[in-house]
């Protein structure tokens, strides 16, 4: 059935602009911080939110000190390693956990059927949207921080261990070096834009199975293409405008200048990707019945 | 709802059809009357097969020239194991009928490398350094003829590896360690008997230590021996501290050895006659005048002494920086693949759990473990099945494209491919019972199939796609279920050839090493899911 439409007008055919049955006005009344606040109480109530968001900042700073610890700069050999960057391994991983939460708080709600309830109560489906983006950002962006902080602190503890010290030129990792902080905020933007972009995806697919094997797919394939294609054309096309190849060139701090893209233009790339998908969502959602 | 402790309702008697078979059939019908299931299984086949038609890896060896496609193909000798391998050197040689001994003594090995890349005629190019490549090899061989691809044993003097003694390309075992000089000559010595060539060496000429036996099989009555030169090309990385094939850049290098004390005991005729063997070793090895006039390849017999140049190698062909394929880079599209299996063996399961159907079947068929046990059967016979058939194809295809444009593909036996081919539906199929298992474990669709990308797709991408530093990269590669990748590898890693072994041709675990640990993870996973589908409220 068509959920929002039998509301009003059951008669409508399927394929009709949904109509919202609240005026204007009383929409308007459960707009803004009230839509936030019903989205931010359903993921807090749902059984697994706490627990992924505590195993992506657990996950990130575990895989980052154990990817350190696993370095080592026989002394005499040269070593080129970008520390930074090494330290923050564990984004890759964490990606991964942000996206399924992402997926979780759209297509839980399409397996139970809850989203034709919420778009009774709040009409207006792109504030609904907005609001489940909002809360979601400011989750990740929190339990992000944690993960990046422990990640450098991992990097700046255990890489001195591994023969990276600062006399062979690779110095503490350390907040006072500006390309340091930029690449810890851009690792907490990039986790962010993950979640918004695997928000969009899973808007468009509604199926958590399928969506969250797209929103994977999307962002763990296209790199390994990248990695092995034989025409450096594509190659360098794919490292590029990749998701995960253009975003995460925010963590570079070394060799910047041989980057397929700069770390802030990489981080746009993504940005553009987490902006269609949001947009494609966003249509879709106004478009089709829930 | 689930209180934990207490242990759900079992029916005290079976009914009528519960035998595994019915089993088995009802969990097959469920699978093929899912037409989502059905089309995703035949995408993830078909992209297997597919990327190995789209994505060519490699390079001919004709790089930016005028000529192109099957032209380009490098024609490498076949060594007596079957295998592709490089065979050219300066050899200084004489018949020898029957057994024999030859003795030489090595008083110094100097070379000269380009770290330029590339070439550039006439006079000495700039770029060019005095040292030796770690594997330049001068000393001594006995050799079935001088046609590339021959049985051979020989002892030598090496770049940074010591006195070995290695035979017919793959055979390789150490000696005396250091380099050797006028201070601190090696003596190194080859006895023919038959078809058993030993290989001594020593230090002073007096204590002989044997450092290996070869058995060549058809060597002939009539052998050519003698003192050989070469040195294989110089390699340099892109970046040597990252586990992946990087597009690193040879150049041309060449060596020099100096003799005396030689001598060659048995049924030898006639003066030592010069050659060098084979062609250059195509073209990206050959010095053309790199080196100046002064540096050639050829011999010089002064009183008791002999000076050998040479370039070239005396060993297998290896995939990597060389430009070569093996069969593994056709099979990429198992990666991709491999990502739609997970999330149908996880959907084959957690679907159930969605719609409320796993009450029916535990319903129906109350042994679960059974039911457990026969969805495994079905979705890893469907992946196994599968994804060996897509492999085949994708070999098959690959080395049709790749001859096609001039890639050279390093030969293979047939049991080698068969092995490939069979592992790569294993990998699938313990893959996608370690997904069901996942499934069963955590029960919702998007967290199941988020632990299993977590589990086996990120490890691999990290690995194998240069991301993480070599260590790391190795470590991971030896201790997640991505281990299993191991199975595509079809060609093994030779110490005694200098090059950048890295997926997708190589992997740091033996195949059937890496299956292990993959059946290990599957298997813990399995009995966990067993465990909790008992003792869980369904």
Sequence with gaps: MSGAATTAGSELPRSAEPHRGLPPSAGAGIAGLSILRAEWTKLRTTGGTGWLLAATTALTIVISAATVAATHCPAGASCSVDTTRLSLTGIEAAQALVAVLAVLTVCTEYSTGMIRTTFTAMPRRLGVLA????????LVLAAAVVAVAGCLLAGRLILPADGLTAARGFPLVSLAHGPTVRAAIGAVLYLALIGLLSLGVAT???????????????????????????????????????????????????????????????????AAWTAAALLIGGLLLRLRDA | MSTGTI??????????????????????????????????????????????????????????????????????????????VS??????????????????????????????????????????????VPWAKAGIIITQSTKQGSAYAAMMVTGSHGVRMQYNYTSDSAGLAGAATAASPRWLR??????????????????????????????????????????PAYEQSNNPNVYSEPGGSTSPSIATGVFDHVSLKGAA???????????????????????????????????????????????????????NDTISDHLFGVFIGLTIFLILAVLFITGEYRRGLI??????????????????????????????????????????????????????????????????????????????????????????????????????????????????AIWLLRVSPAAAFALEQSVPQYPQVFNQYAPPDYYPLAPWAGLAVLCAYAAGALGLALYLLRRRDA
């Design chain 1, 131 to 138: 609001g489940k983006a909002g809360v979601l950002t400011g």
């Design chain 2, 269 to 323: 005729a006639g003066a030592w006659t010069g050659q060098f063997v084979g062609d250059g070793g195509g073209s990206s090895d050959g010095p053309n005048g790199v080196f100046g006039k002064s540096t050639q390849p050829g011999f010089r017999h002064v009183g008791e002494q002999f000076t050998v140049t040479g370039y070239g190698d005396i060993a297998p062909e290896v995939a990597g920086d060389t430009g």
């Design chain 2, 87 to 132: 065979d050219s050197y300066y050899f200084v040689r004489q018949p020898l009928a029957g057994n024999g001994t030859i003795t030489v003594r090595v008083t110094s090995l100097t070379g000269m490398y380009s770290d330029q890349g590339g070439f550039q005629g006439g006079g000495q190019a700039p770029g060019v350094r005095s040292g030796l």
């Design chain 2, 359 to 472: 009450r029916t079947t535990l319903a129906a068929s109350p042994r679960r473990g059974r039911v457990l046990a026969a969805k495994a059967l079905v979705i890893g016979v469907v992946t196994f099945v599968l994804g060996t058939a897509a492999a085949a194809l994708a070999v098959t295809i690959g080395l049709q494209l790749a001859h096609g444009s001039g890639i050279y593909v390093l030969p293979v036996s047939w049991l080698t491919e068969l092995r490939v081919m069979a592992g790569v539906g294993a990998l699938l199929a313990l893959a996608a019972v370690f997904a069901l298992s996942l499934g069963v474990i955590l029960r919702r669709s998007a967290v199941a199939v988020g632990a299993a990308f977590l589990t086996i797709v990120l490890p691999y991408v990290l690995g194998a796609s240069g991301a993480l530093p070599r260590e790391a």
């Design chain 1, 204 to 270: 468009i697919l509604r199926d958590s199975a399928v969506a969250i094997g797209a929103v994977l797919g999307l962002l763990y394939i296209v790199p390994i293409i990248a990695a092995v294609v034989g025409n450096p054309v594509w190659q360098r096309r794919l490292e590029r405008y990749g998701p995960t190849n253009a975003g995460l060139a925010i963590e570079d701090t070394t060799g910047l200048r041989h980057l397929p893209i700069g770390p802030w233009a990489g981080l746009g790339v993504l």
């Design chain 2, 190 to 231: 080859l006895t023919r008997s038959g078809d058993t060539i030993t290989g001594y060496d020593s230090a002073d000429g007096r204590r002989w230590t044997k450092v290996g036996i070869a058995h060549l099989s058809g060597l002939g009555s009539i052998v050519q021996a003698g003192l050989f030169a070469t040195s």
């Design chain 2, 7 to 84: 242990t759900p309702y079992r029916a005290p008697r079976r009914t009528g059809n519960d035998g595994f078979w019915q089993l088995l059939h009802a969990e097959w019908t469920k699978f093929r009357t899912v037409r989502g299931w059905l089309i995703a299984v035949i995408i993830a086949a078909g992209l297997i097969v597919g990327v190995a038609a789209l994505l060519p890896r490699g390079s001919n060896q004709c790089g930016s020239g005028s000529q192109s496609g099957a032209a380009c193909l490098a024609k490498y000798p076949i060594g007596p194991g079957g295998e592709a």
